[in-house]
């Protein structure tokens, strides 16, 4: 095993155990899809020209969480060098301040650098001030905050603050919507069910003719 794969695996296996302390019930379900078996990694994939400017906030946001244990904490550290970091959107569909603070990573997937095919892992990051309009995606979803108080929205439903350490719950096809405060936000992410290869689409990019 290389030292890639070994840090991505232990990065697994550190945010598996800290989601499991959560006891939160909406997380079993997650959970029982979490493969038990060595996972494959695949070839690594050609990282991005340059980094994405949300990152100036990654050592900040872990250095405050009052969620990431030691362990957690550690693997993330060493795992770092080896995450590519994407965005789903692109300059014409949303404005470039939610560009220069937006981006995510997954390490545990169907395309993801450790293979699942029933589940997926990563780690989405937002700058201070910003508004992740309302999107959705075929997959259910749980965010857990990790650090960084924000709000957010389901539905037609009011904003409400959530701490790190909650347990977010998205069903599958459910808009949903998050804006930071003063802090940015580092979130762990989890998705299961049908789409795990199809990405999250624009609330209002869903309403435009085809």
Request: aromatic share 8%; hydrophobic share 45%; glycine share 6%.
């Amino acid at each position: 095993m290389d030292r890639r794969t070994g840090n991505l695996l232990e990065l697994l296996r550190a945010a598996r155990a800290r989601l499991a302390r959560l006891q939160a019930p909406e997380l079993a379900r997650f959970l029982d899809e979490w493969p038990r078996w060595a996972c494959a990694a695949a070839p690594p994939r050609r990282r991005a020209a340059r980094p994405l400017p949300v990152l100036r906030f990654l050592a900040d946001a872990v250095a405050r969480s009052r969620v990431l244990d030691q362990r957690l904490a550690a693997a993330l550290a060493r795992a770092v060098p080896d995450l590519l970091w994407r965005q789903t959107y692109s300059k014409t569909q949303v404005d470039p301040r939610f560009l220069a603070n937006y981006a995510w990573t997954e390490f545990l997937g169907p395309h993801a650098p450790v293979r699942c095919a029933r589940l997926s892992c990563g780690l989405l990051l937002l700058g201070p001030g910003i508004h992740y309009p309302g999107h959705r995606h075929p997959a259910e979803e749980i965010y857990v905050p990790l650090a960084g108080t924000a709000e957010w929205q389901r539905g037609r439903e009011p904003w409400t603050v959530r701490l790190p350490g909650a347990a977010v719950l998205h069903e599958s096809g459910e808009i949903h919507a998050m804006r930071t405060g003063t802090e940015p936000l580092l979130a762990l992410y989890l998705w299961r069910g049908g789409g795990l290869d199809r990405s999250a689409r624009l609330v209002a990019e869903d309403a435009a003719p085809r």
